[in-house]
Nanobody, 124 residues
Framework: VQLQVSGGGLVQAGGSLRLSCAAS?????????MGWFRQAPGKEREFVAA????????YHEPSVKGRFTISRDNAENTVYLQMASLKPEDTAIYYC?????????????????WGQGTQVTVSS
């Protein structure tokens, strides 16, 4: 089971980035919920967004709602996080996650699989 993350980088405030998470090792639909967390230096891991792969239902953390959008491509076994209007406070390592349960959750320990992190740095 692997979650391969790509798309991080350095961007100026107000800019955009798209993160990708490609899942392998299981049928994509077996990961009923996929999502993103982030962790800034010195801070706890924070929920960003999640999506139910079967019906596309999403939930976004309020601080990113309207700026970030999670989506999925079941044919490509990939989940995306489109980030716009980025702020310096969005700077963090972003992690892709997956769980074998249909309930959307913001609790890190309830996710079964974690991908490697990707650094997103937003300069002011």
């Amino acid at each position: 089971v692997q979650l391969q993350v790509s798309g991080g980088g350095l961007v100026q405030a107000g800019g955009s980035l798209r993160l990708s998470c490609a899942a392998s090792g299981r049928t994509f639909s077996s990961y009923y919920v996929m999502g993103w967390f982030r962790q800034a230096p010195g801070k706890e891991r924070e929920f960003v967004a999640a999506i139910r792969t079967t019906d596309g239902t999403t939930y976004h953390e309020p601080s990113v709602k309207g700026r970030f959008t999670i989506s999925r491509d079941n044919a490509e076994n990939t989940v995306y996080l489109q980030m716009a209007s980025l702020k310096p406070e969005d700077t963090a390592i972003y992690y892709c996650v997956a769980r074998r349960n249909t309930v959307l959750t913001t609790i890190p320990r309830l996710y079964d699989y974690w991908g490697q992190g990707t650094q997103v740095t937003v300069s002011s």
